[in-house]
């Protein structure tokens, strides 16, 4: 079965500091994953994803995420948080083989807090 | 439509009320997702259409829950008979029928049962 594991509740880093938020994922396939972003009171946006090719994948806002195959992980991570990445963040995964099975697969979320 | 688009955006009822909530995916969109979300708290799957197959209605809490979509347009979500503890934001997502592209999310109803 599908799943999306997002060990953390929370995660507290200081300003400045770099951050991880973690994710390991199991689908049958390779995997297509995904990150997202929730604001206070804002709907979910999107950051970035890995579909194939590079490990390391870049996205919105200075973030970016290693895919690693062996450890069926994709950690998000920032070289240097800021208060303002303060949010709750999403990991979401589908399978790439073929059939029906197209639905997304979400993590339970990790409350990130940056402290000045 | 430029992104998805739900209504209303915040619903106050009584309890045992019938509400339907409405979401407009981005046109084109195969796919189409209902989730709850409480404060605080994580996405709950409530409901998956992805084009003419069958909905998977596995996330669907109790059978006051129901959900309509008609080919790849409009999808109301429907709850009877609402009760104290269905009193959350309802989000919406859409995606194209690609695997590999990012869902795109409304900016939710936020319902509140009193």
């Known amino acids: 079965a599908q799943s999306v594991a997002q060990p953390e509740d929370q995660v507290n880093v200081a300003e400045g500091n770099p951050l991880t938020v973690k994710c390991t994922y199991s689908?049958?396939?390779?995997?297509?994953l995904f990150w997202y972003v929730q604001y206070p009171n804002r709907g979910l946006q999107f950051l970035l994803k890995?579909?194939?090719?590079d490990n390391l994948v870049k996205g919105s806002y200075g973030f970016e995420a290693e895919f690693n195959k062996s450890q069926t992980s994709f950690h998000l991570k920032k070289p240097s948080a800021l208060v303002s990445d303060s949010a709750l963040y999403f990991c979401a995964v589908r399978d790439s083989s073929p059939g029906n099975n197209r639905k997304l697969i979400w993590g339970l979320g990790t409350s990130l807090a940056v402290n000045p | 439509g430029a992104g998805v688009s739900q209504s209303p955006s915040n619903k106050v009822t009584e309890k045992g009320k019938d509400v339907e909530l409405r979401c407009d995916p981005i046109?084109?969109?195969?796919?189409l997702y209902w989730y709850r979300q409480r404060l605080g708290q994580g996405l709950e799957f409530l409901i998956y259409f992805q084009g003419n197959s069958a909905p998977d209605k596995s996330g669907l809490p109790s059978d006051r829950f129901s959900a309509e979509r008609t080919g790849e347009s409009v999808s109301t979500l429907t709850i009877q008979r609402t009760q104290q503890e269905d009193s959350a934001v309802y989000l919406c997502a859409s995606s194209s029928f690609v695997r590999n592209t990012e869902a795109f999310f409304g900016q939710g109803t936020r319902l509140t049962v009193v």
């Open positions: 046109s084109g969109h195969t796919a």
């Open positions: 890995y579909i194939t090719g």
């Open positions: 689908v049958s396939g390779n995997p297509y």
